[in-house]
């Protein structure tokens, strides 16, 4: 496996502009000769769908859900990034790449991180042009909050809805082009495989959700845009939906994938409660600012929060960081949870979870103020627990968020198959080892928008390709391995439920296997032990499974059990992925790496690279390469929070 | 917290042309702390486990944004909590012993695909039909070039609230699109940038939305009483002016 990142040359700042002059181009008459398959039609596929779809080109778009709408971009809440500076406090595009890469941890590219933050000033220009209700001042410019990990005020927002208002600008672009005809929608297909004719991505296989029919589409190019793989852990904040099949059935086909194991918890959710839980709620670390968070000092102390006088209380964040205190960044205030709870002193029914307690603040400020600031996310947290934050502190608990692994791209977002390219949560590119608040919804529009337009002509233009059918063979093969693989899922349920599995029992064993294992703090043996007992859970899931109804029909069994039976395969290269990185970095501690405090410790000398996974057949060890990351522009640091 | 014992009535239906009718199963030990899709997936486990086909139902997000789940639950969409979804009702809504009545959104224009599961596409063709303003990406002007009054940004906010999740459609008694329609037109009509469309715009929505097969509104207001976003009748009002203005300055 080849990794040319194809940076271009030159100084930081003109490689993005030296790569447009040098790209080639398609001339707008040509262009409609040229079809281009997007799947996915969250704020990176909407965008580029509409974008390529303007330009001319025939775009064929597909979705999970019953509607481009509701990809899952529609449920962020706080921002998205960009270095306007319209507070003149000091923001710039340098600024923003700056914070970008040392929010990252030093583990991503300078090149594609610096081009992030050069569009992102277009991304809301655009937005707004498209009539996205931004909040705005009494004067009638745009307003601007602040996030984790910036020193500026460079976030802009609409309520807590901004992903939903950037998705339905996106959205709206491309249904302006779906009315055009220039855009042809597939709603309710899952893609199941991608087709690749003399080495590249010309097709892909569907199931239709609705009728169960496998379908193949051609192209002279496919971009992935299907987001991320956080419900490999069953539990997560990322929409039901959300899943690996498509970057996996790549990476199956050949596509390196990178990071896998680089995945963000969010350490203010809404505690698990149940075995029934379906899935976490995030509730905006904004409140860490006015929050103090606590666990008894005691193992065992089952008082009301309300009862435990400040002397038998551990507010460990504070003790600890005593500079930053309950605003460390959020690997860290999720690691010391897991760690009080791992030491016994979680509270709540299932003793995951730790308070976060905002009476210290009313005193202060008042109960006004308070519910200025966090009314509707105290309202949400009530209606969901029951519970008002106002009288009792808050429960709050780490839940998988966030992955920063994916599918890896070169400074084209071409990933290792030529002609198919990862946009968004779904390539590895610009976010390292840790994400930025606010700066995935940045990600996936500036791909869409601003970056991929110019990757598609400099493919379709340097490359001469021949026509395909969809009655070619490799697509006949592709339909037929589909065809094979949902058989073989079926297989066990002709004789009934009695002594199999349910999908979600296997989902939810795999799940706590990574969550245990490979989350926020991870050593080789718990990550060797995973690793062992991987290979029975997956047997277990192929020989059991019990999935009733049929293949030609809805079935959202058959869907749920495709989609596990891809994270038990990918699980494999997460943990490998997180065993082979054996320094401290980013959202995760490799226990084995830490300073003299027990902080996190990186590992320069051996770790400055990404780590892309070779998938060598089923069954085989998959193999690892290196694409060392090179840093002329900035000089890694350890960070700090003491 | 605590358990309760439902009894559910939940609507079967194979496919969108074949028959359906009410099931009805026991539902025992439903923790009220669960949320009413998670009651759900108890039951449709449950169902798996005996062999039994699981009930077909749409959700994603579960935390009230994506729009793609909603049941009508004892007659009120989305079930008797206000301003909520379906995946923020909470089984603490329910005594023990209740009887549950479980049913998809009804409407003309929704076709039932299975059991709970049903086609709002033609929401996706009104907005095609004009709910944009035709900007190509790239060459805007900047953010701030022209300034909007927070007041007006705000307005336009409320209605770009909408999730598009089709309460308001199953409630009505003339299965009528107008507040999902409404709420994208005033959205854009607030806004500078949605001005130079705006009289075709309207036009447009509307002609799509009748010819979809959606009703007329006849100001019932149930639409606005069950809407999880709280979408204000107002935007109908404004809608109906819009497309006057409209009929009248485009003949
Ligand atoms: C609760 C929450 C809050 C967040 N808040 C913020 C925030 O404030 N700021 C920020 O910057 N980021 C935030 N994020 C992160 C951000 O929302 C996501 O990273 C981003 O929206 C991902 O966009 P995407 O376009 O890459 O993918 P998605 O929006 O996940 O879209 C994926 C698309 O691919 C389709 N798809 C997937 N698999 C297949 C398949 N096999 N076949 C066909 N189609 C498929 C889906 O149907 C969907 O259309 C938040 C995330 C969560 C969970």
Same mark, same amino acid.
């Given at each position: ?65 019953? &509607? ?16 306007? @500076? ?6 710039? %595009? ?13 583990? /991503? ?11 992102? #000033? ?23 909050? &602040?996030?984790?990990?910036?020193? $500026? /005020? ?40 991608? $087709?690749? $004719? ?9 199931? #239709? ?32 939906? &959300?899943? $690996? ?47 103090? %968070? ?33 605003? %460390? ?11 009080? @709870?791992?030491?016994? *002193? ?36 009530? *209606? ?27 400074? #084209? ?55 395909? /059918? ?169 960070? /700090?929070?003491? | ?127 095609? &039909? ?98 999880? *976003? ?16 409209? %009929?009248?300055?485009?003949?």
């Amino acid at each position: 496996m080849e990794l040319n990142s194809q940076i271009p040359s030159g100084a930081l700042s003109e490689k993005w502009d030296n790569h447009k002059f040098n790209s080639k181009l398609v001339n707008p008459a040509n262009r409609r000769k040229y079809k281009i398959i997007v799947v996915g039609t969250g704020l990176a596929g909407a965008s580029a769908s509409a974008t390529l779809a303007e330009q001319g080109y025939q775009v064929q778009t597909f979705c999970i859900q019953d &509607s481009p709408r509701r990809a899952h971009s529609i449920a962020a809440q706080g921002g998205i990034n960009a270095a306007k @500076c319209y507070q003149t406090d000091g923001d710039s %595009v340098q600024r923003l790449f700056y914070d970008t890469i040392k929010g990252g941890d030093f583990r /991503s590219r300078e090149a594609n991180v610096y081009r992030l933050a050069q569009v992102s #000033n277009s991304i809301i220009d655009q937005c707004v042009a498209q009539g996205v209700p931004f909040a705005r001042e009494y004067g009638g410019t745009m307003a601007n909050r &602040s996030f984790g990990g910036a020193q $500026v /005020s460079r976030t802009f927002y609409a309520r807590g809805q901004t992903g939903q208002q950037l998705l339905l600008g996106a959205y709206s672009a491309l249904s302006r082009q779906i009315h055009k005809g220039q855009v042809t929608m597939y709603n309710r297909r899952e893609m199941m495989e991608v $087709v690749l $004719v003399d080495g590249r991505a010309r097709g892909i296989v569907t199931r #239709n959700i609705i009728t169960g029919e496998i379908e193949k589409y051609t192209a002279d190019m496919v971009l992935l845009a299907t987001g991320g793989y956080g419900n490999a852990y069953f539990l997560s904040t990322n929409a039901m939906a &959300s899943n $690996v099949t498509a970057a996996w059935r790549a990476h199956k086909k050949g596509a390196g994938f990178a990071n896998p194991s680089f995945v963000q918890i969010h350490p203010t959710c809404i505690p698990v409660h149940g075995d029934y839980q379906s899935k976490l709620t995030l509730m905006s670390e904004s409140l860490r600012n006015d929050g103090r %968070v606590w666990v008894p000092k005691k193992v065992g102390d089952k008082r009301h929060p309300n009862d435990i006088p400040d002397a038998d209380r551990d507010y460990y964040l504070e003790k600890k960081y005593p500079s930053f205190g309950n605003l %460390v960044p959020r690997d860290v205030a999720s690691r010391n949870a897991k760690e009080q @709870c791992d030491l016994g *002193k979680g509270v709540g029914s299932t003793q995951l979870a730790v308070y976060l307690d905002f009476a210290d603040a009313i005193k202060r400020d008042g109960q006004e103020t308070i519910m200025k600031k966090y009314g509707n996310l105290f309202q949400m947290y009530e *209606k969901i627990t029951d519970s008002s934050p106002l009288k009792e502190p808050m429960m709050i608990y780490p839940a998988v968020h966030y992955t920063m692994g994916g599918l890896w791209v070169d400074y #084209n977002l071409m990933t290792t198959i030529p002609g198919l390219f990862a946009l968004g949560e779904c390539n590895f590119s610009d976010h390292g080892a840790n994400r930025l608040g606010a700066s995935a919804l940045m990600q996936g529009l500036a791909d869409g928008y601003f970056v991929i337009s110019t990757s598609v002509a400099n493919y379709l233009g340097t490359n001469s390709l021949r026509a395909v /059918s969809t009655s070619d063979d490799a697509f006949n093969e592709a339909e037929k391995e589909v065809e094979g693989r949902i058989n073989k899922l079926l297989k066990n349920s002709a004789g009934g439920p009695a002594g199999k599995v349910t999908v979600d029992e296997i989902h939810k064993e795999i799940g706590k296997l990574l969550w245990d294992n490979c989350g926020m703090a991870r050593n080789k043996e718990g990550l060797e032990s995973a690793l062992a007992k991987l290979p029975a859970i997956k047997e277990k899931f192929w020989n059991k499974v019990y999935i009733p109804g049929d293949t030609k029909e809805i079935n959202q069994s058959l869907e749920r059990a495709g989609r596990v039976a891809d994270f038990l395969e990918f699980a494999e290269i997460m943990v490998r992925d997180a065993l082979a990185r054996e320094e401290s970095c980013g959202c995760h501690l490799r226990e084995e790496s830490q300073t003299e405090e027990n902080e996190a410790k990186r590992d320069d000398e051996n770790f400055s690279h990404v780590s892309v996974w070779e998938h060598k057949g089923d069954g085989a060890e998959p193999i690892m390469h290196k694409e060392q990351l090179v840093f002329e522009n900035v000089t890694p640091s350890q960070r /700090s929070y003491k | 917290m605590s358990d309760i014992d439902l009894n559910l009535q939940i609507w079967r239906q194979k496919k969108t042309d074949s028959p359906g009718s009410f099931q009805t199963y026991a539902l025992d030990k439903i923790s009220t702390e669960m949320s009413f899709l998670e009651m759900l997936d108890v039951l449709n486990e449950k169902l798996t486990k005996e062999g039994l086909d699981p009930v077909a139902f749409d959700h994603d997000c579960r935390e009230g944004i994506c729009g793609m789940c909603g049941t009508v639950v004892n007659g009120v969409a989305h079930g008797p909590e206000k301003e909520v979804t379906l995946c923020q009702l909470h089984m603490r809504n329910f005594q023990n012993g209740d009887t549950l009545v479980i049913e998809p959104f009804r409407s003309r224009a929704f076709p039932i695909r299975k059991d709970l599961l049903v086609d709002r596409s033609a929401f996706d063709r009104i907005i095609q &039909s004009g709910g944009y303003v035709s900007v190509n990406t790239g060459g805007t002007p900047d953010g701030n070039a022209i300034p909007i009054p927070a007041p007006t940004a705000e307005l336009a906010m409320d209605a770009a609230a909408c999730i598009g999740c089709g309460a308001c459609v199953a409630s009505c008694p003339n299965g009528a699109a107008m507040l999902f329609t409404s709420a994208k037109v005033s959205q854009l009509c607030l806004l500078p940038q949605g001005q130079t469309e705006r009289h075709q715009r309207a036009l447009n929505m509307v002609e799509t939305m009748d010819k979809e097969g959606f009703g007329n509104c006849s100001n019932e207001r149930e639409c606005e009483a069950v809407c999880p *976003k709280s979408i204000s009748i107002r935007n109908i009002a404004r809608l109906n002016r819009e497309y006057l203005k409209a %009929v009248l300055s485009e003949g």
